[in-house]
DNA sequence: ATAGGTTCCGTACCCAAGTACGGAGTCAAG
DNA sequence: CTTGACTCCGTACTTGGGTACGGAACCTAT
């Protein structure tokens, strides 16, 4: 089952060694032990946590951040876990928010772009307005 | 209608003042022209522009993705402005994906929490799995 | 048993996004 | 007309998230 040497695990899910090893420092990922003096075996759990870790990334989450979502996976007590996870949910529908704004009017950009010519002008910045000052 | 100074739009705006002068420099926000050997004076626009930056910050924009969504803000010629606008929309569908797989299993864990007692253990790295080895 | 490619580990370096610092200029209040 | 707060601008430092480097140990294939 532990089947990738760590540049095989690199590979996968698509980073370099170096990051592995950073990640390992970091304690987002456990080193497993390694059978005396020998070499470290991955297997897809490993995979998959890199794989989460970096999509965490791209919707915002730093390192750090991404350590507690992982604490959830792990599995922790009942009561920290819920505080962990009500004010995480609580952050990412903020961003969910903001994210499906955009989208929005970015879908309405394309299509005015679409049936009309010349310049456009896209009220980007108005749909993240907390209060437009009108 | 130009009613803040640097300090002002950056209280307003919640960020250091070392910020906006960075952001200046980066081209995200203009310098608006001093009267001649004076102090510049911000508005309202320039406040949401910085909102809009750290919003967009949040949910994973990189400074210079930024500057691309600000472009379209700002009026370009439409083929151009379309073709940014649709690549970045799918970048965005992609991450409103990810947070929202997030969104749902957070939530199903914070249920699973009230209801149980122990320890909780919450597949969240399977919610990110691109095709899970099974 | 040794050469070539990994792994391991530590240390050093890199880039993005700020933050801090310091001197000179400006401006309003006393 | 000076004092204190602020602006302007350049340069330098910091932090987060990696990358790169280099020597020693290891593990095949020949």
């Given at each position: 089952?532990?089947?990738?040497?760590?540049?095989?695990?690199?590979?996968?899910?698509?980073?370099?060694?170096?990051?592995?090893?950073?990640?390992?420092?970091?304690g987002l990922?456990a080193?497993?032990?390694?059978?005396?003096?020998?070499?470290?075996?991955?297997?897809?759990?490993?995979?998959?946590r890199?794989?989460f870790?970096?999509?965490a990334?791209?919707?915002?989450f730093t390192?750090d951040e991404v350590a507690q979502l992982l604490q959830l996976d792990d599995g922790t007590q009942c009561a920290e876990a819920r505080a962990i996870a009500e004010h995480k949910l609580a952050d990412v529908r903020a961003?969910?928010?903001?994210?499906?704004?955009?989208?929005?009017?970015?879908?309405?950009?394309?299509?005015?772009?679409?049936?009309?010519?010349?310049?456009?002008?896209?009220?980007?910045?108005?749909?993240?307005?907390?209060?437009?000052?009108?």
């Amino acid at each position: 089952m532990q089947t990738f040497t760590i540049s095989g695990l690199a590979q996968a899910a698509g980073v370099n060694v170096e990051t592995i090893r950073f990640y390992q420092r970091r304690g987002l990922l456990a080193e497993p032990d390694k059978p005396l003096g020998g070499i470290r075996r991955y297997g897809e759990a490993e995979v998959a946590r890199v794989l989460f870790i970096k999509a965490a990334q791209r919707i915002g989450f730093t390192l750090d951040e991404v350590a507690q979502l992982l604490q959830l996976d792990d599995g922790t007590q009942c009561a920290e876990a819920r505080a962990i996870a009500e004010h995480k949910l609580a952050d990412v529908r903020a961003r969910l928010a903001d994210l499906q704004r955009i989208e929005t009017t970015l879908t309405q950009l394309v299509e005015r772009c679409a049936t009309k010519r010349g310049k456009v002008c896209c009220p980007l910045i108005a749909a993240l307005q907390p209060a437009p000052a009108r």
